[in-house]
């Protein structure tokens, strides 16, 4: 029997129908990626960070003032790696803009004595490069007609024993550092004089002879300076600064 053609058209019509269903399911349909176009603000290039602003002069000042104060209490110990340590970081220290002529040089001038105390190899070295540091802040000081606001000491004291030795020596020392940064002329003489009285007498046990003799002569050559130093002129005050804060590191150190 045969069929109609309509019927015949219809059969072959559903099985292409199927077939392509068939090849569909079994096909793998690529998903297309989907690319984020980036905003006009993420298209910009990423802005550098800000470099810091350099400091004002009052910030620099105090910073470089706090350094060189703990550079010279390390010599003052006789601990060289302390002092190197702090000499560098006080080297390192950015220039506030507003510091120029004469004044940007003394600045120099530090930098110049503060790598050589970080390079020190002895405490004598270091003890001259402090005390120059020190000077050329009170060279700044007068050519900026700047007076820094250090209050009148007190009266210096001594117990006669030796704390009390040491404690006038301290208080002499504190002075003489005060003379060179201000400059101060009368604190200057005022610590010299503190400075030159008796030396302390040192003594100690037989078996400890060798280092009672060694400070006795640092006591003794203390007090020598002290009575030179009084009357210096301003040019040589820091040598005679320099002198001592050797003498009291090495003191110091013998003592350890």
């Not at 301003?234 to 600064?241: L, T």
Request: net charge negative; with cysteine.
């Amino acid at each position: 029997m045969r069929a109609p053609l309509s019927y015949l058209i219809l059969f072959l019509g559903t099985l292409v129908l199927v077939a392509a269903c068939a090849t569909t399911k079994n096909t793998k349909v690529d998903t297309p990626t989907v690319v984020a176009t980036p905003t006009p603000e993420q298209s910009q290039p990423a802005e550098p960070e800000a470099e810091a602003e350099p400091p004002s002069l009052t910030e620099q000042m105090m910073v470089h003032y706090g350094r060189v104060v703990l550079i010279r209490d390390a010599v003052t110990e006789a601990d060289l790696p302390k002092a190197r340590e702090h000499a560098a970081a006080f080297d390192a220290q950015p220039v506030a803009e507003e510091l120029t002529g004469e004044p940007l040089a003394l600045l120099g001038q530090m930098r110049m004595k503060a790598k050589e105390v970080a390079a020190a190899p002895t405490v004598e070295s270091a003890a001259d490069g402090v005390a120059r540091m020190a000077e050329a802040c009170g060279n700044c000081h007068t050519t900026m007609a700047a007076v820094p606001n250090i209050p009148d000491p007190p009266a210096a004291m001594s117990e006669g024993d030796t704390a009390g030795h040491m404690g006038l020596h301290l208080w002499a020392a504190d002075r003489m550092w005060e003379a060179l940064i201000m400059p101060d002329e009368q604190r200057w003489i005022r610590a010299a004089d503190a400075m030159a009285q008796d030396p302390l007498v040192v003594t100690g046990p037989d078996e400890q002879a060798e280092s009672v003799a060694m400070l006795q002569g640092l006591a003794k050559q203390t007090h020598e300076l002290a009575k030179k130093a009084r009357d210096s002129t301003a040019e040589d005050r820091a040598m005679y600064y320099s002198k001592f804060l050797a003498s009291c590191g090495n003191c110091h150190n013998a003592m350890k």
